[in-house]
């Protein structure tokens, strides 16, 4: 099976030079850096107790690292009809949710994100576990197919989440006595890789920032895509672990720096969105998979443009009530009230809204919730 996709994905890269020596490129790094290794062995120790991931591309064009990934497929059927990921649990959320982390970040006067490097891919899989870590590659057609494996946690796998945040949790927790902001911060502000958290001192700021720094080189963790609304929390960090600007052509648009796609220009402290819409379809050809896609890229954890989100949803809705394929065109009236709707989402572009909600003078904070009685499951009443 996975020799069968390797073979499918090499001819599909034999048509795109480019993307093959991008692939290649990955891979390569991914053994120089010891995160795989060349199994020279013939035959496997117990052929029956092992497993062969197949592997394939994502491209994310505004990454402003890596825009190739190679990822692999834990769902794949062996040739026993089970995957390894049918044989693993995917462990518990060790981390916040995305919403609470992202408030969090509005709290902060001083805003600090950074991202760690390749961050499931330092943690090492015990010597034992790697048979079931094995792909097939080769540069060049002409070559025999060789074997590698896979030497710490991976792409693809429904433990790896949950093996990579709890590395990290370990960590602060193991290391928490000397880098204590740094800790509190893994603990309520990390979103797997992504940090977002923050200071309302400068001096707290800069030290928060250096003892992230020193809690993840304890754990052979790196950062990089460091960024902060204040210069000098950044003064002393190299141009190679900050973020880069996104380079847009629309000056409306330009400095800003996606986190968690959310979009926040730190020059000016505030949200954004960023609309891109991809190529015009004639009325006629749209169909319920491109509408639903570009749907889809509407983020929005905050809730910032709910109305709008709820039009798309109005939409979405009278979809479904049609019970068409897929890929069959949608009726006219459909496909203009789209077009009508995606048009007018370049206005979300104009948008800006302040990353923090609170003021220097700011003693007490009360926050007040509100429900609908008329939602609630159970009324109590005096013999309840």
Known sequence: MAEKRFLALERRLERAPALKEQYMAFLREYELLGHMELNEKEVDDDSQSVYYLPHHYVLKPSSTTTRLRVVFDGSAESSTGVSINHTQMIGPTVQNDLVSIVSNFRTYKYGITADI????????????????????????????????????????????????????????????????????????????????????????????????????????????????????????????????????????????????????RPQEDCFTFVVTIDDPVEPNRLTKRII??????????????????????????ELWSLNQDWDQPVPIEIANLWIDFRNQLYWLNELKIPRWILEDDVRIVELHGFADALHMGHVCTPDS
């Open 117 to 264: 490097p390749k961050m499931y891919r330092q943690v090492e899989v015990h010597a034992d576990d790697r048979r079931y870590q094995k792909i097939v590659n080769r540069t060049c057609c002409d070559q025999p197919l060789q074997t590698y494996d896979l030497r710490t946690v991976t792409y693809g796998l429904s433990s790896s989440p949950f093996l990579a945040t709890m590395a990290l949790r370990q960590l602060a927790i193991d290391e928490g006595k000397q880098f204590p902001l740094a800790a509190h911060a893994v603990e309520k502000s990390f979103y797997i890789d992504d940090a977002l958290t923050g200071a309302n001192t400068l001096e707290e700021a800069l030290e928060l920032k250096n003892q992230i720094i020193g809690l993840l080189q304890r754990g052979c963790f790196s950062v990089h895509k460091m960024c902060s609304n204040s210069e000098a929390v950044l003064q002393d960090v190299p141009e190679d672990m900050r973020e880069s600007v996104m380079n847009i052509e629309d000056p409306t648009i330009n400095a800003v720096i996606k986190t968690l796609g959310v979009a926040w």
């Open 292 to 317: 639903l896609s570009q749907i889809a890229k509407i983020f929005d954890p905050l809730g910032f443009v709910g109305p709008v989100v709820t039009a798309a949803k109005l939409i979405m809705r």
